[in-house]
C-alpha cells in the first residue's frame, strides 16, 4: 500500500496533537489587517493535516497556503488529493544550506506540526524558517521534545537482528530526548537565532492505543525503518517492537478486557515565536 495513504490513515497521534495545538494556540498568530496572507507548512507530509485540520482555521480571505516536505512521495500524494488554486505542495529540506530564492521572506506564518524533531541540526532548520519570514512573521510550531518510542528504536538498533536496518537510527530521535531542561534549551536556540519568544513550553501528554493491533498499524506506516526491513522479517520486528513496549511498562494491565490499552507517555514541544519587524 503506498506509504502516504497509510501514513495519513494512521497518524492519529499527529493529528489529535496538530488538534489541541490548533485549539490553543492558533489565537495567537497575528493575522494582516488587509487578508492575503502566505502561510507555510514545514513537513506536511500526506497534507492531510495541512488541509483537514489547518486550512480551516485560516482566515477566509488568506492569500496562499504552501505545505512543504522533504518526501517528493508525500508532496505527490498531496498534490493529487487536494488540489485548490490557493494551496500548493513542493519538495523542500527545511535543514538545507540554502533555501529556495523564491521563499526569501515570502510567509507571513509558519507552520509545522511533528517535523522538527527529525531534523538534527536545529539551528540551521530555525535560521531558515527565520530567513522564509517576513518581518513581524511568526509561527506556531509542535513536535517532539521525547518518546519513548525514541528509545525502542535505540534498544531495536543495538539488537544484532535489526541493526543494519536501522543503521542511522540517531537521526529519527528527538535532539531533545535525552534534554534534562528540553524548553531552555529551545528557548535559548530562538533566541540566539534570532527569534522573539511568546511562547516555548513542553506539555506532558499521553496516548492511548487501544490494543496493540492498532499500535502495531501506526508503527507500519509512521516508522522510518518498517519499509526497509524485508517483508518475511517484518512479522518479527513488530513482535520484538511489541516486547520493548512491555519491558517499558507502557501495556496497561486489565482484568475484565482481553485487549490491553498501550499508553504511551511524551513531552510535546509547543513554540509561538516571531520575527521582528
Ligand atoms: C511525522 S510526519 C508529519 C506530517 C504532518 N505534518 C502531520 O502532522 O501528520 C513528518 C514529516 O516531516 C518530513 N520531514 C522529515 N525531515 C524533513 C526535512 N528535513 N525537511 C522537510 N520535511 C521533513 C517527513 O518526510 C514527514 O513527512
Known sequence: MNQAFLYSKYNGLQKNDATFVLKNYFRLVQWKKDGNDAILDIGCGAGDVTNDLLLPFLPKNFGKLVGVDLSEDMVEFA??????????????????????????????????????????DQRKALSNILKMLRPGGDMLLTFLASNPIFEIYESLSKSGRWESYMENFKNYVSPYQYSSNPDKELKELLEEVGFQTQVCKVEERIYVYPNAAVLKKSVTAVSPFYNKIPENLQADYLSDYMTEVKRLNLVETKDNNNEQRINVPYKLFIVYASKSL
Open 79 to 120: 498534490r493529487t488529493r487536494y488540489k485548490s488554486s490557493k494551496i500548493s505542495f513542493e519538495q523542500m529540506n527545511i535543514e538545507a544550506e540554502d533555501i529556495p530564492v523564491d521563499f526569501e521572506e515570502a510567509f507571513d506564518h509558519v507552520f509545522s506540526f511533528y517535523c522538527l524533531h527529525w531534523i538534527q
